[in-house]
């Protein structure tokens, strides 16, 4: 169910719209609710006119008594609208009764057991949907208390829903960023564009923020890009204070440009939110060169551990740090698979927002990662863009599910999208090099080594890890990084260590990518694979015998090496 809050002046002419049977659509006009319950009803009479003047009489009884004191408010109408879904039984006249019952109660319009509430009438004029007629006034010449009317309207038809087995509509918070208007779609569809003015600058700030690594670069970036008009409003001292932007040639009836805050973009793009979350990025200063884009698939492994946890704050801000890196992926994509990933950071720009306020510093490496792979040109391999694009899947996975425990549905709805889309380009991205990887199979001998090795090391997955078309890839990356020094058994159950893996499609192909990046990096020493070994004994409660962390250039017992 949907509510429409308005107000208004005169309840006269309200009235008479609601009685007004020659409007398209209003068949049967009547009363099914009324503040006392025997308010006259002109649908029930021969004479309406007479009846209509009636109820307006009655119902501004309180706003004449509270006009003769100097007292009644300018706009003393309150007009509520309720319809139901398509997907919705038909209601009763009780039904609808009672749901205008809970409304003007929810609203502080008449609360329960109040004898001085505001006096209101429903009227019904058509299957689907009532009109909740009320004044302002109450009995004691008081003014409604009926603020966040919209909210409270809002929270009990969602309670009506569920106990009524109606379609349950999806709710917002608030926080999403400000749809086009009627007029700018129209507006669009005739300059032939496929995006309003508002949602092209939305797209293009977010972009350049995913992009910038200061206020100063953010600017720039934007003064940069081809069609985008940039107004920065400065301090007396010259520090920036905010900024404008504009579509080139968009322009209103007195071809004027029109300008947007960015506040007026989306909740997070003023500058004051922007600057917060351009501060919290880790700055680079590893002695050795790092790929960005295993960094940033490692650190975007990392986010559903953060969001299976209790510190809301923090799981927001990796929430917001993704929602930057999925911004950031179209400018380094290929052109076949750009659209798909931009409807993917478009979809997921909603998944970013919530009332959980984020604390940036806890996402600064996968920022870091993100803004260092834009500035480097466009990896060749498929690899790694597919290898980023299976982590990015899995946390779309998680991060519906935290909205879901949190009832955010306008954000789980987000994810859900969002997920159809990087699925989409993840299947275009991964085909050639998985099959690229299988090529390279290992001897059987090898093979069945390495079977033996995944089913010690995720029992739970096996079966569907080996029966995988995939598996000869997995085996040959393992094959590789066994030859470069690495041992398989570490790196499969480090792989597995890292990240469940119950929400992947495909565990086969996740172990792929995984065993592939963990095999780029140097191989361990002696020291560093019995602290490994050690630490992940102490996760899983275990010991971990002598013959197990001995160095690796010391040759194992013989029943060791039998077994």
């Known amino acids: 169910m949907i509510a429409k809050i308005t107000g208004g002046k005169g309840t006269a002419n309200l009235i008479r719209y609601l009685y007004d049977t020659k409007k398209k659509g209003h068949t049967d006009p009547h009363l099914v609710a009324s503040w006392d319950g025997f308010a006259p009803d002109p649908g029930r009479t021969n004479d309406v006119d007479a009846t209509k003047r009636a109820l307006v009489a009655d119902l501004d009884l309180h706003v004449k008594q509270a006009e003769r004191l100097g007292r009644a408010p300018e706009k003393h109408v309150w007009h509520c609208s309720i319809r139901a879904t398509k997907a919705d039984r038909h209601l009763s006249d009780d039904d609808w009764a009672d749901i205008a019952h809970r409304i003007v109660a929810a609203t502080g319009i008449a609360p329960d057991g109040d004898p001085d509430g505001c006096r209101w009438v429903a009227v019904r004029h058509a299957p689907d949907h009532i009109h909740i007629a009320a004044t302002t006034v109450r009995a004691d010449l008081r003014t409604a208390r009926h603020w966040n009317d919209y909210l409270t309207a809002d929270r009990e038809l969602a309670a009506v829903e569920k106990e009524y087995g109606l379609f349950q509509v999806i709710r917002g918070d608030r926080t999403a960023a400000k749809r086009p208007t009627r007029a700018e779609q129209e507006k669009a569809k005739r300059a032939g564009q496929a995006r309003t003015a508002r949602e092209h600058l939305r ?26 008009l940039v107004d920065i409003r400065h301090f007396p001292s010259g520090d920036v204070r905010g900024y404008t932007v504009a579509l080139d040639g968009d322009v209103n009836a007195q071809q004027e440009l029109i300008w947007y805050s960015g506040s007026e973009l989306s909740p997070d793009l003023s500058l004051p939110k922007i600057r917060k979350r351009l501060e919290a990025t880790e700055p680079q200063h590893s002695p050795r060169r790092v790929n960005p884009w295993h960094q940033a698939t490692a650190v975007a492994e990392r986010i559903p551990h953060h969001l299976d946890g209790d510190d809301d704050a923090a799981a927001q801000a990796h929430l917001a740090a993704f929602g930057e890196a999925l911004d950031a992926l179209p400018l380094r994509a290929p052109q076949a698979i750009r659209p798909q990933l931009q409807q993917a950071a478009e979809a997921f720009e909603r998944a970013t927002h919530s009332r959980v306020q984020a604390e940036h510093q806890h996402a600064r490496a996968l920022r870091s990662a993100v803004r260092t792979m834009v500035r480097e040109p466009a990896p060749k391999d498929g690899a790694l863009l597919a290898m980023l694009l299976d982590a990015a899947i899995l946390v779309v996975i998680a991060a519906h599910r935290w909205h879901q425990r949190r009832h955010h549905d306008q954000q789980v709805a987000a994810a859900q999208q969002t997920l159809i889309h990087l699925q989409a380009a993840y299947e275009q991205t991964a085909t050639a090099p998985l099959t690229v990887l299988a090529q390279r199979r290992p001897p059987q001998q090898t093979v069945e080594r390495h079977i033996l090795l995944i089913r010690q090391a995720m029992p739970v997955h096996a079966e569907q890890v080996v029966r995988d078309p995939v598996f000869d890839a997995l085996t040959a990356a393992l094959a590789t990084a ?82």
Request: net charge positive.
């Open 203 to 228: 797209t293009t700030v977010r972009t350049a923020v995913a992009a910038a690594t200061s206020t100063e670069e953010f600017v720039h970036l934007l003064e940069h890009t081809d069609g985008i």
């Open 482 to 563: 066994e030859k470069a020094g690495h041992d398989p058994k570490q790196l499969l159950q480090q792989a597995t260590d890292e990240r469940a893996l119950d929400d992947a499609r495909s565990p086969a192909r996740v172990l792929t990518w995984r065993v592939e990046r963990l095999s780029t990096r140097p191989v361990p020493s002696d020291r560093a694979r019995v602290a490994r070994m050690r630490s992940a004994a102490r996760r899983q409660g275990t010991s971990v015998s002598p013959a197990a962390v001995a160095p690796a250039s010391q040759p194992q017992p013989p029943q060791a090496r039998r077994r």
